[in-house]
C-alpha cells in the first residue's frame, strides 16, 4: 500500500505528460571512443521568460548524471569559478571553447543545456505546463561535439468528473488558476532528463563509474 502512494504522484504526473516523438537512433562511436569518465555541466542558457528557470533546471541535472556512471563536477562550485574567471553569462560560456573549459577544470566533457521553453500557458478552465530542452555533450579535449538531444514536454492536469457539471467547472478553472499562480516545472525537468540520459538508443551509455560500463553496446 505505501508503494502505491509513493507511485500515484508519479503516475499522475506521466498521465499528463505529453512525450516527444520518436528519434532516430544516434550514433555513439565518437562517445565510445573517448569514453569520458567526467563532465562539466556548463551554466544552462535560459531563453524563457523565467528568470528562474536556469538554476532550477541546473539542480536538477547532477543526480541522473551521475548515476550513469560519469563523475559530475559540483554545478554550483562551477559556475562560481566560472564567474571569477569572468565567464558570468551562460551565453558567453556556451560560445567559450570547450578545450579551454575542459582544461581548466580537468573534465574529459562538457554538457551544454539551453532552455527554450519553461512555461504555463493559461486559459479559464485549462492550464498546461510546457518545458523544451536542447543538450549536447562536446569532448573537453578536442571540442567535437559527442551527443545531442532534444526533450519537449507538455503536462496537462487531469480533472475527475464528480457528476455535477456546475461543480467541474468550478473545480477545473481553480485547478487551472492555481496551476498558472505556481506552476511547478521540477517534475517536468527530472522527466525530461531521465528521458535524455537513460532512454535506450538515445540516452548516455553507462559511463566508467558505472558497473554496466562496456556492457550496455546493444542498447546504446
Given amino acids: 500500500m505505501k508503494r502505491l502512494a ?9 498521465a499528463g505528460c505529453v512525450p516527444p516523438a520518436a528519434a532516430p537512433v544516434k550514433d555513439y562511436a565518437r562517445l565510445r571512443a573517448e569514453d569520458p569518465a567526467s563532465i562539466l555541466v ?3 542558457v535560459n531563453r524563457s521568460v523565467d528568470v528562474t528557470a536556469a538554476d532550477l533546471f541546473l539542480s536538477t541535472l547532477t543526480v541522473p548524471l551521475a548515476s550513469r556512471g560519469y563523475y559530475v563536477f559540483p554545478v554550483y562550485l562551477v559556475k562560481r569559478l566560472m564567474e571569477d574567471d569572468g565567464l558570468g553569462d551562460a551565453g558567453m560560456v556556451h560560445r567559450a571553447d570547450p578545450r579551454r ?7 574529459d566533457a562538457i554538457l551544454y543545456v539551453t532552455i527554450n521553453k519553461w512555461d504555463a500557458k493559461y486559459a479559464v478552465l485549462s492550464t498546461s505546463v510546457e518545458v523544451d530542452f536542447d543538450y549536447v555533450l562536446r569532448s573537453g579535449k578536442t571540442g567535437e561535439e559527442l551527443w545531442k538531444t532534444h526533450q519537449a514536454w507538455t503536462y496537462v492536469p487531469s480533472s475527475n468528473s464528480s457528476g455535477n457539471a ?6 477545473m478553472a ?16 527530472r522527466t525530461s532528463n531521465q528521458k535524455a540520459f537513460q532512454a535506450r538508443h538515445q540516452g548516455l551509455p553507462a559511463g566508467p563509474h558505472s558497473p554496466q560500463h562496456g556492457t550496455d553496446k546493444g542498447e546504446y
Fill in 101 to 107: 573549459l575542459g582544461e581548466l577544470f580537468g573534465a
Fill in 174 to 189: 481553480v485547478t487551472a488558476s492555481l496551476t498558472k499562480a505556481a506552476p511547478d516545472f521540477l517534475p517536468l525537468a
Fill in 166 to 171: 456546475v461543480a467541474d467547472l468550478v473545480a
Fill in 42 to 44: 556548463v551554466p544552462v
Fill in 6 to 14: 509513493t507511485a500515484l504522484p508519479l503516475l499522475a504526473l506521466l
